[in-house]
């Protein structure tokens, strides 16, 4: 099969002739239809994820289709589609996997991080942690889900009943969760990067109330605040926007040093807060809404091979929408 590999941190991806996976016990064998680009892919290109398996193959946004069951797997049938996202195991028994907390369980294992992933033809994923998809997206549109969908959702869970919502980097993410705000009848602002006048209309183009530079000040106060971009000079920024009582959510995986900040930006119960990983129950729920909502996914296609280009327009900001790899030659 054809896979794009990271051989090591800070070396571009090697396109690779590399044997089919064989399904373990409790795994399926997936033909990859598609597999969306993520800015966690760029952290571990970069070397900003710890103690990555090495060489690995990236890629957690993965539609598929089932080839094979190893032992012990009766299901799905052969032929189904299923997306594989970030989270690929967990112990099933510690205290965090015991409490419904199973994103933070020590012994979590992450798709295209600790096992290969999908930018190649085929992969092997733990039956448990794939996911039915709604048939409505096609595999372009559903690759998205499974990572800017699903992330983003857990971080939205986390504005609570924010009637006014920022949102700070306007990526894959953010294209998903703003359209999902607004239709729970929220008032969406948007802050870009300085200057990126396109993603700007881009948002206003998804309904958003309002759009502009990130190091402009909110025009109102803000309930709560997304952050999907990996700066951390947005989080004094979002804090300031934000009204007494409200939260923080900061989404990605990694995100560059929070400058210090007075106090007072934190005082009368404002709350900064993280996002790790999901749990299988947010993709339940999330799956299940993006079933009933008509989320116009904006994606963009590029071959396997073009792996780098894909990673190279995402660090440029060049992305409307989504980045995602398809298996054509
Ligand atoms: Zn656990
Ligand atoms: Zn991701």
């Known amino acids: ?9 800070g070396r571009a991806l090697r396109l690779a002739s590399l044997e089919r996976p064989i399904a373990g016990p409790g795994e399926l064998l997936l033909r990859v239809r598609a597999c969306g680009v993520c800015r966690t892919d760029l952290h571990l290109v970069d070397g ?16 598929a289709e089932v ?5 012990g797997v009766g299901s799905p049938p052969i032929g189904a589609r299923v997306g594989v996202p970030w989270l690929g195991a967990t112990c099933g028994h510690c205290r965090w996997c015991a409490s419904g907390q199973e994103n933070l369980c020590l012994e979590a294992r ?5 096992h290969d992933g999908g930018y190649a033809e085929f992969t092997v994923a733990d039956a448990r942690y794939c996911f039915a998809l709604p048939a409505k997206y096609g595999d372009l549109e559903a690759a998205p889900l499974l990572c800017a969908g699903l992330i983003g959702y857990r971080a939205y869970r986390y504005a609570g009943d924010a009637r006014r919502l920022g949102i700070y980097g306007f990526g894959a993410a953010a ?26 209309a881009f948002a206003r ?7 502009g530079n990130s190091d402009e000040a909110s025009p109102e106060p803000l309930d709560a605040a997304l952050i999907f971009a990996p700066v951390g000079t947005l989080v004094p920024a979002a804090l300031r926007a934000v009204e007494r009582g409200g939260t ?11 400058p210090a900040f007075p106090y007072r930006l934190l005082w009368h119960e404002r709350c900064v807060r993280s996002v790790a990983n999901l749990t299988r129950r947010d993709a339940q729920e999330f799956l299940a809404l993006a079933a009933e909502l008509p989320l ?15 990673l190279a327009d995402l660090r440029g900001g060049l992305i409307a929408g989504a980045a995602v790899l398809t298996m054509e030659r």
Not at 177 to 187: F, N, S
Not at 296 to 310: D, F, K, M, T
Request: proline share 6%.
């Open 48 to 63: 900003e994820l710890p103690e990555p398996k090495l060489p690995v193959i990236p890629g957690h946004e993965i539609v």
């Open 248 to 258: 923080v959510v900061c989404a990605g995986i990694h995100m560059s040093d929070v």
């Open 110 to 114: 992450f798709t295209g991080y600790q």
């Open 296 to 310: 116009a996914v904006h994606s963009r296609g590029y071959r396997l091979g073009e792996a780098n280009r894909a």
């Open 175 to 200: 294209h998903l969760i703003a359209q999902v705000a607004i239709a729970q009848g929220r008032r969406v602002l948007a802050f870009t990067r300085p200057g990126d006048h396109e993603g700007q």
């Open 1 to 9: 099969m054809r896979a794009m590999v990271l051989d090591a941190p």
């Open 67 to 71: 080839v094979a069951h190893g032992a």
């Open 205 to 211: 183009a998804l309904g958003a109330a309002w759009a």
